[in-house]
């Protein structure tokens, strides 16, 4: 059973830092991607960035690029997403989630998710 566990989330003020962690266990797939998404309270989940555990290859959403940074440690079969200069729209539940296949930034195409973990960026 596919399991992601995310954590690192908590409040922070304008101009502030953050690293999430996103830890998968549970599952025997040589190839898949990692997603980050985020979701403020009455508007859409959004992609946020992703990253193939195969090869590194990475992206993001415009509204993260140069302050967002996701990488992987196939070791601790974890992901980690830094992000710098947060700004007040950056706020909300940030989630994980598993895809076998390609990946992307569109929600739909992840199979596996977790729980989310609360990022709060206020003065």
């Known amino acids: 059973q596919v399991q992601l566990v995310e954590s690192g989330g908590g409040p922070v003020q304008p101009g502030g830092s953050l690293r999430l962690s996103c830890e998968a266990s549970?599952?025997?797939?040589?190839?898949?991607?990692i997603g980050w998404f985020r979701q403020a309270p009455g508007k859409e989940r959004e992609g946020v960035s992703f990253?193939?555990?195969?090869?590194?290859?990475?992206d993001y959403a415009d509204s993260v690029k140069g302050r967002f940074t996701i990488s992987r440690d196939n070791a601790k079969h974890t992901v980690y997403l830094q992000m710098n200069s947060l700004k007040p729209e950056d706020t909300g539940v940030y989630y994980c989630?598993?895809?076998?296949?390609?990946?992307?930034?569109?929600?739909?195409?992840?199979?596996?998710w977790g729980q989310g973990t609360q990022v709060t960026v206020s003065p």
């Open positions: 549970g599952f025997t797939y040589n190839y898949y991607i």
């Open positions: 990253i193939s555990i195969n090869d590194g290859s990475s």
């Open positions: 989630a598993l895809d076998p296949g390609w990946g992307g930034l569109a929600p739909s195409k992840y199979e596996y």
